[in-house]
């Protein structure tokens, strides 16, 4: 069975791996914890392709740790018996250390199974995982445990690792290759920080390469067909989807249009016009709001029209939102107002009414004030008269506080006006 290249050229010390020196880098926490030899249960989190898998493998390599590998996707619990087993067996007597790879796919109930030995030290646990390990991995484990987070590897970073990977290639192959300029940088910019499809599309790249003067020719145009979309980083379920629509609204609530239009095109690029447009209407409502009431009017507008159109059509539309809403006056009195409504709400029940606010028009003998006495404001000049609306415990509660935009302020001094006349 053919190796991939990627498994080929993994790394077998630290001063190999490419990029995450503010974990790798000399005096770094994780590489002294790695040089110490001593060896805590830990959880590798980030992103796939970054060096989890590879960084777990080095340190298995240099301790006297009986090694074993699971995945939380095909894992059984009798495979984690197994392993808890083995480290009361002669061959585990200086420990097991387990690395458990997407350890996010295991229940509850197997996550439970590992407390005991993993907090007695006779299983060691290195396990990773691509989804936040907050909300994916039981408390306990990561109670137990020290969390280390990988980032995307850097283009610049990268390059090494390509270029490794080709010569590596070129022995396998037993043909000189011919690299145009550009097509490591190339790579580089297509793999969105991970290392593992860097190398992989170098692998295409030499299998798929014309042979021309007994050389194999690695063209600029054949790298670029060839790691065309690898650079998006995207799951519907998963961190990097709910990363793009926080980024997505921050920029639009910072009111910077083109970072806005960056992430949209992220989601757009993606197919997944669905969440874009559910985003853009809770951003119309809850960042524009009443400094520019129309916008959700306008933005829903935008986004039945995109559902009308499918893709690609469906881009400019949506591209109208987004930059209508980030180039808006923004607004966040609405929100505010109701969050400090529901606060109180939570704090004092539901506080009854007012008589004169009720559907009711008949006093029980018990009622010391007796008729409904609700004065009706369109009797009455401006359509407007003084009459206690709030239930008597929050009588004096103030949740709304006019935006210092046109709109806002327009309607603070025509309220005063009117009020203040009484």
């Avoid at 194999?216 to 629509?245: C, F």
């Avoid at 881009?315 to 987004?322: D, G, K, N």
Wanted: hydrophobic share 40%; aromatic share 8%; proline share 4%.
């Amino acid at each position: 069975m053919s190796v991939p290249l990627a498994e080929k050229i993994r790394p077998a010390v630290l001063d190999d791996v490419v990029g995450q020196r503010a974990l790798l880098g000399q005096g770094m926490p994780l590489r002294r914890i790695i040089e110490s030899g001593s060896i805590p249960n830990m959880i590798f989190y980030g992103p796939s392709g970054v060096g989890k898998t590879t960084v777990a493998r080095i340190i298995a390599q240099n301790t006297n740790m009986l090694m074993r590998r699971l995945n939380g996707t095909s894992a059984s619990t009798a495979d984690i018996k197994q392993v808890i087993a083995e480290s009361d067996s002669l061959f585990g007597y200086n420990g097991v250390l387990l690395y458990l790879d997407e350890i996010q796919y295991l229940n509850k109930k197997q996550q439970q199974s590992l407390l005991e030995y993993i907090e007695d030290g006779s299983v060691t646990l290195i396990s990773s995982t691509t989804e936040n390990p907050y909300f994916y991995v039981y408390g306990a484990v990561i109670s137990r445990s020290t969390i280390f987070e990988f980032k995307p590897v850097e283009k610049d970073d990268i390059i090494p690792a390509i270029k490794r990977a080709f010569k590596e290639a070129e022995k396998d192959s037993g043909t000189q290759l011919e690299i145009a300029d550009g097509v490591f940088e190339k790579i580089a910019n297509g793999c969105g920080g991970d290392v593992r499809k860097a190398v992989n599309t170098v692998e295409l790249c030499v299998l798929s390469a014309e042979s021309s003067g007994g050389k194999l020719v690695v063209t600029l145009e054949n790298a670029e067909r060839l790691s065309q979309r690898s650079n998006m980083r995207y799951d519907r379920a998963g961190d990097e989807h709910y990363d793009i629509l926080s980024a997505l609204q921050k920029s639009i609530r910072g009111s910077d249009e083109n970072a806005a239009i960056h992430y949209a095109a992220r989601l757009i690029e993606a197919g997944d016009i669905i969440s874009l447009s559910r985003r853009l209407l809770v951003i119309a409502a809850e960042d524009i709001g009443l400094a520019y009431p129309q916008a959700i009017s306008i933005v829903k507008a935008c986004v039945d029209s995109a559902m009308q159109l499918g893709l690609p059509e469906a881009q400019i539309p949506l591209a109208e939102a987004v930059i209508l809403l980030a180039t808006a006056p923004k607004s966040n009195s609405a929100n505010e107002a109701v969050k400090a409504a529901l606060a109180d709400l939570k704090e004092h029940g539901g506080a009854g009414f007012p008589r004169h606010l009720q559907n009711k028009h008949f006093d029980g003998e018990e009622a010391a004030v007796r008729g409904q006495h609700y004065l009706y404001p369109h009797d009455y000049e401006d359509h407007w008269v003084e009459q206690q609306y709030l239930p008597d415990e929050l009588k004096n509660a103030v949740y709304y506080h006019f935006g210092k935009n046109k709109n806002e302020q327009a309607a603070k001094a025509y309220w005063e006006k009117i009020k203040g006349k009484k």
